[in-house]
């Protein structure tokens, strides 16, 4: 059987976009065609309205076909603290649909996003004993995809020493 085909795009950071590079992301996913696309966070520079209004234009010309998008840190609003507090996600919900826990199935694949973003830390993420638990509880019910993918924005690991405090807090949990 074919294998599936997934385009993950990370770190778009709308708002600081270089439309050559935009140009240049959409000719490459019409190239590939893809059968899900993964946006895993930071679509956005400062989760701004006009940001997501970008983002969102992006998105309407991929490939239509399912997509399963995280936030990432930059996807909050970093000044405009009350809403950080209060509805940290609204502009994120507005452009990208509810937060919930997004899972896709493939013939050859099960993938499933996490919300690592804290609005209460500045960039770092964390993931809770519970969340961990329910994606764990995810995995087992997902039958028998060849190969099961968590997206989570923040790393659960890096490859170099000096970039060890970008790990996501609970990864050693997460990861076991």
Request: neutral net charge; hydrophobic residues 50%.
């Given at each position: 059987a074919p294998m599936s085909v997934v385009l993950q795009i990370s770190d778009t950071h709308f708002g600081t976009e270089r439309p050559e590079v935009v140009e240049a992301l959409l000719d490459l996913a019409g190239q590939?065609?893809?059968?899900?696309?993964?946006?895993s966070g930071d679509l956005t520079q400062r989760a701004r309205a006009s940001e997501f209004a970008a983002f969102h234009a992006f998105?309407?010309?991929?490939?239509?076909v399912p997509r399963l998008v995280v936030p990432g840190?930059?996807?909050?609003?970093?000044?405009?603290?009350?809403?950080?507090?209060i509805r940290p996600f609204k502009a994120y919900e507005a452009c990208c649909g509810p937060l919930s826990a997004h899972s896709h199935s493939l013939p050859d694949l099960f993938i499933t996003g996490v919300n690592s973003v804290r609005p209460w830390r500045h960039k770092d993420g964390s993931l809770s004993s519970d969340l961990v638990e329910a994606v764990a509880e995810r995995l087992r019910c997902a039958g028998r995809a060849a190969m099961r993918i968590v997206v989570v924005h923040h790393p659960l690991d890096v490859a170099e020493e000096g970039a060890l405090r970008d790990i996501v807090r609970g990864a050693e949990n997460a990861v076991q």
């Open positions: 590939l065609k893809p059968d899900l696309i993964v946006l998105l309407a010309r991929l490939p239509s840190n930059h996807d909050i609003p970093l000044f405009d603290v009350l809403t950080r507090l």
